[in-house]
């Protein structure tokens, strides 16, 4: 839900939701622009 700010992930990593959005368009970015260049 939006109302929770930290992420948990399944490995036991914790960071601020919009910290893990942002990592999380990095690399989609990243994939996006290796598969073009």
Known sequence: AL?????????????DRDVNAA??????GKRIYKKCA
């Open 3 to 15: 109302s929770e700010r930290i992420y948990l992930c399944e490995c036991g990593n914790r960071m």
């Open 23 to 28: 990592v999380n368009i990095l690399k989609e």
